[in-house]
C-alpha cells in the first residue's frame, strides 16, 4: 500500500509544518485550508481524499467542497471514537451511489453529497 501511496501526489494541511515535507510529492497547503482544496478541485481531474483527519473532514464539509463520502462501517461497536460532523444542527443530505459487504461484514458506503447550490 505504501508504494502506490508514495508515488502520487499528496496535499498536506497542518498549521505546524514547513517546506521542504519529508515525504516524496508532498506539497503544504497555505492560506484558508477549504480555499486550497477548492482550487485543487478545479485545477485537478482526479479524486482527492483525506486520510487521518476529522478536524479537516469538518471544515471542508462547513466550506462545501466535499462531493463525495466513502465510509466503511465495522461490524464492531467501541463506544466512543471521533465525530465526523460538528454538533452543529445542519442539515446535509448523501444520496447513496454505491455500497458493497465485505467478507468480514464491513459495509463499504460511498454517498454522494447533495450540495445546496445543485
Do not use: C
Not at 9 to 32: C, F, H, I, M, R
Amino acid at each position: 500500500m505504501a508504494q502506490p501511496l508514495n508515488t502520487k501526489p499528496k496535499y498536506v494541511a497542518s498549521t505546524t509544518l514547513t517546506e521542504p515535507l519529508e515525504w516524496q510529492n508532498s506539497t503544504l497547503l497555505e492560506g484558508d485550508v477549504a480555499d486550497a482544496v477548492a482550487a485543487l478541485k478545479q485545477e485537478d481531474s482526479g479524486d482527492l481524499h483525506v486520510i487521518g483527519s476529522m478536524q479537516l473532514v469538518q471544515t471542508l464539509f462547513e466550506h462545501d467542497v466535499v462531493d463525495e463520502l466513502r465510509l466503511m462501517i465495522d461490524p464492531l461497536l467501541l463506544g466512543g471514537g471521533k465525530r465526523v460532523f460538528r454538533d452543529d444542527g445542519v442539515a446535509r443530505p448523501f444520496r447513496l451511489v454505491d455500497s458493497q459487504v465485505t467478507t468480514t461484514g464491513a459495509i463499504l458506503a460511498t454517498y454522494a453529497i447533495e450540495h445546496a447550490s445543485a
